[in-house]
């Protein structure tokens, strides 16, 4: 058994992080923290997430200088479930102590300190680390992660279409021109934390964060292609549906596309549609990617759906630890009907 | 025309009133204030209610000393949209200044300051203006309304539980039992604050405040009966659904009941369904309160519905306003298609 | 390895029971059927429901005579997910080939001929079967449904119902009075045929079937207890609450009402939540029945909260499954995180 | 006083629709109706629309011979808010009555045929009067409006595409390439009729139609530029948001662009957000259009937002009403908060 423990577990993400890790067979969930500063220390995620009674009835405890010798003594993984500025001058603390390190942020996903500074906003101050990290999108590199001390979980955004167009890219039948990405996010994408933007009746279909979105250069850094994407929040909970806009090459045939997906054809928790179109409710609590396409000429429409917790952030970041413990990467992802 | 200055203007009940006023053909809207520590201070109304762009680019002025100066120069009728703490002082101040106060909080409608200990936590300090405010529910006590200097207006949940339970009282067909009313109140009755209660992701069909909602008083004290009132929360954003069940006297016909309710046959803003049921898909965005009812022996099971915005508080204020200026108390309240 | 099939797999009740038998350890999906006259004949349930893709692709049989002789040489149990007017006549040609047939509707479950005419309105044809039949409450009457040949698997509302009631009425602490059952259920409790009732931009909160619902005689009759049962339509698509109004005998104390809870205390799909009330989120694709209660003097309101699809319907019938095969009753129902 | 029919009263445009001519000043409501097969015939539209009790109390007759001559006599106008196939039969039987048609379906909108061959699936059997068909979008085609005798009212798609696009293709601003509209409509937009796709459990944010939806030829041909329009059903009930990719032609200004929408600046139905972006939310129940764009380079995104019924559909037949009466478009269409 290897002993996990979360920081930041109050959250969707770190709380489905922690339901995913209290019932994986090879995997203890040792601890849960979270702030010195947060209301919710000392409660039980059951508390927040009444769901969980009885299930998830595990103390959030502060992340003090204690804490930090209790993971010293007592954990093998630690994960982030932090903002990136926290994760970013976490992990060191934690890889100095020879811990393997899975940051769900941003903090460590992008390579190029000017994108830090033009998307983030800060200059990332351990260029090191940076280096080190490696990528945390499981159906794509699961080698390089099996041997990262640093696992840089891929965003949500980017799980859906680096999935979606990797197969094409790799196949060559993209142009020159930047694929236009029209996402829309279920409201758990927008965290736990109260805001107007959440309330229950000023959420509405409405895009944000036009040409800027911190997602944009790490799509693109995987992709190695430019990228128009465009997030939406959408009034639903869990799920991300993307409509992706490609140009293909000249005279590339549907057999062509249709080959270029073979490559995910044996990955158990990818779902290719074809002709059938993936739908938020197909994929809301489940483990999987759909990916559907239709094509007319050289305009091609890849329409990909994931849910966002499940299969980004906690899911893919559970994906990584399977792959880090020499697990297969989907398991504990719970692939029954 | 009449000057009309709302405090609270920035909350859902507040821009609701101010939507209402500034349409209106005998209220000029002069004022919209925020408190001075609010974060929309100088914003417009629209820049909080998008919808609201062309129709009510009014700005939220903080309420300072130079405000207070306006208003008793400029104002005729004052509004408060306030919590009921901030509503107990502002009233006498405005009173004093000669304003016709019209408070939609429930600072003043209990009349025994026991209740105030009991449900408010707090021993009011202004018994004088607590005995002359008069309640505010328009169809009930117009008269009253039409000389009264302070308005308590009434509040969302008792609005539709007297409307539906008076008459039925007034023809005394009501046994000793307690009356039950199990309510449903959609988020905007929450307010519009950020907290997680209200979080997109959080509300779901829960009860709260069993056997200690403020309302439980009001709706006895002007109902003159016990009541056991239950509210829920519900995961839709406007209307108040109640379901309520009265232990008939023994051998009360349907007939006696039918006839009870003929009392509001009249009134322009009561729809009495009779055995047709009211939805909160009925009432919603519109100013009416539905009244249905289904008996079987002296079992009687009366549902009301109405919008908590537009008949309940904001639309409430106005039909008070209508009666203080001498006007038809629907009038402004729109009941077109 | 029991064999399974499903009659009627179509609806939601029928998806999700072939959904638990299909990841049951020691069943085993045989076949699952839909009526001759079905268009969704031949399709797969993943066809129907694209979330099962992968996981539940096995085809909707029209249920011919050439299926009857399938059943009768490859199934041990059967399932009727089918309207009562058609459980009624299929029950005794399942049970006569000696299979142990499992009826999820509400044909076998009154025992009343009289309540048969007055609440479903016809004269039940099989009087013998009735009398043979067992009511399907599992945490109730184990050791019965064990023996049964025929189940009459509890409905969704009386599930929630009499797990919230029966400690109290077996402790014998609720006075003469009708017990008060305000109950809300989500859409997927009408079913999944198409009609404007079920309309996305139809649906709204509102009651409906006053005084003359199914469950008011199945409560009544399993509770010994009169009752009076409203039920409503909620904006959300999965889950019961039901807000019940208890008149407690002269001077019962909370800790007697305590008390006669514990009877459920060692449970494992029941969750006593003591003042904390239920809600719909907590219980929601949840295998749980979530209880809280508050009492005030003699009036005791007892909050219940089941997922109808998953507690009710399709999990209590698993539940009654595999108490047949004399496994644990909460078999294959998931109780993780 | 004009009198006013509308045949296909029941569904949710013919309602609102009849609503809007209910309380215009101009307008009489003389007669609403509905297919002879319809089970809604003799109802009234406050049956099927509770919230209009007491506000659209008319019954909905049967489309009989008999109705043909109360049409003849009784009416000037005739709105057609009926299936295409419907409306290209009926529409030359009241323009040879000399009535003014309105049609709101697609059976007039487009000129060649062979378009209607391709997206309809049937040869239009009345060129000639699709050749005298006026295409209803009324903030740019006033004019031949007023004159038209047949009017082909706007899509809900196209009336906010074409307010989005036409000011830039006005000034000659976009590329050679086709432009991306990215659509998500509320489900109004798939009508009352019951089935599967708009069934409360069922709806999920999801595309269809790709490359074949019917308003892609609409678009294109009054915008005069290639299209490449993707629908999706969203899960709100009243809405269309639309996110516009435009590649503009080379060097094109920030300054051109919002030039260009100056055309549209005095237009009272239309809302210039600039770089404050529409939400379904900020267009719900409102007859607007929010247009917002930011661009970036040459590339530039348009997001455009209306109430699919009030601003599309009946909102847009009744614009072009008020055209053909001599009246301000916008008449009718209660601009206040």
Chains 1, 2, 3, 4 share one sequence.
Not at 211 to 238: D, Q
Not at 305 to 329: E, F, R, V, Y
Request: negative net charge; aromatic residues 8%.
């Amino acid at each position: 058994m290897l002993n996990v423990s979360i920081i930041g577990a109050s959250g969707y993400s770190g709380a489905e992080l922690a339901k995913l890790v209290a019932r994986h067979p090879e995997f203890s969930l040792t601890h849960c923290f979270v702030s010195e500063q947060s209301t919710d220390k000392h409660k039980l995620i059951s508390e927040l997430y009444p769901e969980h009674t009885g299930l998830l009835d595990i103390e959030l405890e502060p992340l003090n200088q204690q804490a930090f010798s209790l993971i010293e003594q007592s954990t093998d993984y630690v994960c982030l479930c932090t903002d990136h500025k926290v994760s970013v001058e976490l992990a060191p603390v934690f890889l100095q102590m020879g811990k393997r390190v899975f940051d769900l942020s941003g903090g460590y996903r992008l390579s190029d300190n000017e994108d830090y500074e033009t998307y983030y906003g800060f200059s990332h101050p351990y260029q090191d680390w940076l280096t080190q990290a490696q990528y945390g999108l499981a159906e794509w590199y699961g080698d390089a992660i099996k041997a990262a001390k640093l696992v840089a979980v891929a965003g949500c955004y980017p799980t859906a279409a680096l999935n979606a167009l990797k197969p094409l890219q790799q196949a060559d039948l993209i142009s020159a021109q930047p694929v236009i990405i029209n996402a829309v996010s279920g409201v758990t994408g927008a965290g736990r934390k109260a805001n107007v933007t959440s309330h229950f009746c000023e959420v509405s279909l409405a895009p944000y964060g036009l040409f800027t979105h911190r997602h944009t250069p790490e799509i693109e850094k995987y992709l190695s292609h430019p990228v128009l994407f465009t997030p939406h929040l959408g009034n639903f909970k869990r799920g991300i549906l993307e409509t992706i806009y490609v140009t293909l090459k000249e005279n590339v045939t549907t057999n062509q596309v249709d080959a270029a997906y073979q490559v995910l054809a044996d990955e158990p928790l990818i779902r290719l549609k074809a002709s059938q179109l993936p739908s938020i409710k197909a994929v809301e609590n489940q483990p999987f990617v759909d990916i559907g396409w239709q094509q007319k000429g050289n305009q091609l429409i890849v329409v990909v759906a994931i849910d966002n917790l499940l299969k980004g952030a906690a899911g893919q970041a559970l994906q990584c630890m399977n792959l880090a413990a020499g697990l297969d990467h989907y398991q504990g992802l719970g692939m029954s009907a």
